[in-house]
């Protein structure tokens, strides 16, 4: 019963945007790893909530650090993009955050020169809630996923026309995704192993309406969703120095009702 985050609800939300950054004691200890810092207190982050007046809600942004290792450098920005609301997408607000992000989010370099996050390390990982849907109704959704069939969903994912067509985000990448949509789940809820694969029977409608939330609580209905995304941009050149290993969903984690990938 133990969640992350502030009870607090008079905005809309729980707590702030968290990032945690695992390493090898060993890679820690000897100095091959090590965090960028000019004393500011290490990383940054950039505001993109509710607009308070003075400020905006830190609910809604991005927090991001950059670190070193041997010789190259990785920075890391997590985000939490605005929500579709009452039915209308917000895809629009969350490209232009992003862009704020990228834009905005001053790691601790001695930069003078203003240039965007991208251009700061050797490598950058984009990640987080980005909230992007797919375009496509909730039933429809809903029946490819119970044929194990994703590749109409993964062609209306906005994020991914956003990438495909260099209008946002050039530079970009994402492996591919492989596994079922992230958001919204049931909590307490996971697809069991032999659910998960391309291979297999069908999944009746009403075992993924055990799994999934479809009714949203101004009446709308919410189509599942890659809304939890990692990214990657490499400076040119070095694309091929950083590889993707394995890319999936954690099923296991039933305390929320995202599926953190």
């Not at 609800?9 to 000897?30: C, E, K, Q």
């Not at 927090?63 to 993009?81: E, I, N, Y």
Request: some cysteine; charged content about 25%.
């Amino acid at each position: 019963e133990r969640h992350m985050g502030s009870g607090a609800t008079a905005l809309g939300y729980h707590g702030f945007i968290l990032l945690l950054v695992l390493v090898r004691a060993d890679w820690n200890a000897s100095g091959e790893w090590s965090e960028v810092r000019l004393g500011r207190g290490g990383g940054a982050s950039v505001r993109r909530g509710k607009n308070l007046g003075v400020k905006r809600a830190e609910n809604k942004g991005a927090v991001g650090a950059a670190f070193r290792f041997h010789a190259t450098t990785l920075a890391v920005a997590a985000c939490h993009l605005a929500a579709d609301k009452k039915g209308r997408s917000g895809r629009q607000k969350r490209v232009h955050d992003l862009q704020s992000v990228l834009r905005d989010l001053e790691l601790e370099y001695d930069d003078p020169y203003g240039f965007d996050v991208t251009f700061y390390c050797h490598h950058l990982l984009l990640l987080g809630d980005l909230n992007f849907r797919v375009n496509v109704s909730a039933d429809e959704a809903i029946e490819h996923i119970g044929k194990r069939d994703l590749a109409p969903l993964l062609a209306s994912d906005e994020l991914g026309g956003a990438m495909a067509s260099g209008e946002h985000l050039n530079g970009f990448t994402e492996h591919p995704i492989a596994f079922p949509p992230t958001f919204r789940r049931i909590v307490g809820a996971a697809l069991a192993d032999d659910e998960r694969g391309a291979d297999g029977p069908p999944i009746d409608a009403e075992r993924l309406h055990a799994l999934y939330s479809t009714a949203a609580s101004d009446g709308t209905a919410r189509a599942p969703s890659w809304t939890d995304r990692i990214l990657r941009h490499s400076l040119p050149d070095l694309d091929g120095q950083l590889t993707c290993s394995f890319y999936d969903s954690c099923e296991e984690i039933t305390i929320s009702d995202h599926k953190p990938v």
